[in-house]
Each structure stands twice: as C-alpha cells, then as structure tokens.
C-alpha cells in the first residue's frame, strides 16, 4: 500500500504554538526517514494554513479562517492522495483536521464513515465547552464558519464508530449538554453495525484481534487516532490527559487493522504537543508508532 504524508501545522487553542508545532518536531526527530523505511511512503509536505487570530467569532468557532483554511487545504490534499492512489497519512493538529479528510472521502465514494479513537468525547457545541480550544465534532447541526465554502465542506459523517480508552469526560454537565450528546448518539446509532455500538476500545482491540474488519455501513471510512487516548504514562504530551486509555501496543492493533480494511480512506494522527514533551520521548515514540503502522499494513498487502 502506498502511503502519502501530510503534515498539518493547525491548532484549535487560542494560544499558538503547542500542537501546531507537532510536525515540525515530529520531522526533526526522523518522521519521513523513519516512514520510507518501514514502506512506499510519498512526502506531499505541510499544509499552508494561517495562523489563527485566537478571537472566537459570530458561529463560537476560535480563529474562524483559519478554521475554514485548514478544512480546504485538508479536502484538498486528501482528494491529491485519493487521486494518486495514496493512503493519506495526517500527522499534527487537532481533531478538526478530519472534517476536511470526511468531505474529500465523500466527495469520492458518495459517502462516508469516521471511525475515531479518542481518549474522550469530542461531540460538543462551542457553547458548552469549558476549556478554550472547543470546536467539538457537532454532527453536522449549527453554524459553521469560512461560509459557503467551508460550510459545504465540514459536513457530518454519515456514520460513525466512536472509540475511547477510558469512560466518558465531560466539560459540561448541565442538561443541554446532555440533550446534545443524546441527539448525536441517536442520529449515528442507525448507521452503526450492533456490535460497535457504545463498544470502548478495548471492545475494538479484541474485535481486531479476532480478525473483525471495521465496517461502518459506508463505502468507505476515515480513521482518525487521537493520542490522547493513550495512557499517560505511555504518553503524557497531549493537552487534557486522563486517568486510564490504551497503550501503544493496543493503539497500534487498533489502527493497523483498520488500516488493513479496503474501505479505509486515509488515517490522521493527532494532539500531540511539543511544549509538554521538552526531552522528546514523546515525539521519538509517536514516529517509532507511525512507522510501524505502514509496516503492519505493508506485512499484509
């Protein structure tokens, strides 16, 4: 399988820098060198995005052209992949660089499923989040920002297989909140194959294991791996770490064997942050995780 890197230089914070910087220090420590010898690996380079203006606008969004830049370049990048017949391969930012990587995989096969691993719940309006990076996944309701071109682009998937290593952690707990999170849940659930339903990742890991493949009840589906949902002490750069989540061996069964399934579009790889790794034990471990993945899809191509 053909492999093509994409850096992606974006954070959602108000503050710069932090995870927006995980590429560059992710290339410093060996991330190309290390992926072309673990398998057929292109380098598209990073994405040119701008940077954000740290204010929250008219729809909640933080820096919304810088929102909306990242969801174009991202659309954009990934259809180049799509087109070469490359696996797209996202490394750096937040979870907002997969709305860009839903549309382009839409775009091609009509429709879409978003498989994410994820060490808590993403699915909040900005309005109910507590800590300042809040974009949340928001399944397709509401404002969204850039305009029309944006808008057409950051569209919900049309199913989804949610994954966390540890239960639930809210940043609200009032009843809205609770009503948002139960309408998401109900609007996916139809989408769903049973067995992945309200399933943890260790759910997911021993489905691997037995050789499940990871159908979402799309033509075909995007992995997005959060690195927060690892264990702290497997990885403690990330910005919201929690007790309990995965450890890099059982990320890597997760990720490898959907990366194995012919419906996977493409994988992002995401929340590391550079300010808290200052020995760079965590950006070697990412890289060395990186490569094994394209070795384990490699083994059984």
């Not at 959602?12 to 420590?29: C, F, K, N, W, Y």
């Not at 769903?192 to 294991?209: F, I, K, M, N, Y």
Request: charged letters at 25%; one cysteine or more; a positive charge.
């Amino acid at each position: 399988m053909r492999f093509e890197l994409v850096g992606v230089p974006y954070t959602s914070t108000a503050e710069p820098g932090g995870i927006a910087r995980a590429i560059d220090v992710l290339r410093a420590a060996g991330l190309l060198d290390r992926l072309e010898a673990a398998g057929d690996v292109h380098d598209a380079g990073d994405l040119a995005l701008i940077e954000g203006d740290g204010l929250r606008g008219a729809s909640g969004f933080l820096h919304e052209a810088a929102l909306a830049r990242l969801v174009v370049a991202t659309r954009e990048a990934v259809t180049s992949s799509h087109d070469c017949h490359r696996l797209p391969l996202l490394v750096g930012g937040d979870c907002p660089v997969l709305l860009g990587a839903l549309a382009a995989t839409r775009d091609r096969h009509g429709a879409c499923g978003l498989m994410l691993v994820d060490g808590h719940e993403d699915a909040w309006p900005p309005s109910l989040v507590a800590y300042r990076g809040g974009l949340g996944l928001r399944g397709g309701r509401g404002t969204r920002p850039g305009g029309r071109c944006a808008a057409r682009t950051a569209r919900s998937p049309d199913s989804t297989a949610r994954t966390r290593g540890r239960g639930h952690a809210r940043p609200s707990r009032s009843r809205r909140a609770r009503r948002e999170r139960s309408a998401l849940a109900r609007r996916n659930r139809g989408h769903v194959p049973r067995r992945w339903r309200g399933q943890s990742a260790r759910t997911v890991l021993l489905c691997a294991r037995s050789g499940h493949r990871h159908r979402l009840g799309a033509p075909a589906f995007w992995l997005h791996l959060d690195l927060d949902v690892l264990r702290s002490e497997e990885l403690a750069a990330v910005d919201y770490p929690q007790p309990g989540g995965l450890t890099w061996q059982e990320l890597r069964e997760v990720g490898a064997s959907a990366l194995t399934a012919p419906e996977c579009a493409g994988v992002s790889i995401a929340i590391y942050n550079p300010d808290k790794d200052h020995d760079r034990e965590g950006a070697e471990r990412i890289v060395r995780f990186a490569a094994d993945l394209v070795a384990a899809v490699g083994e059984t191509s």
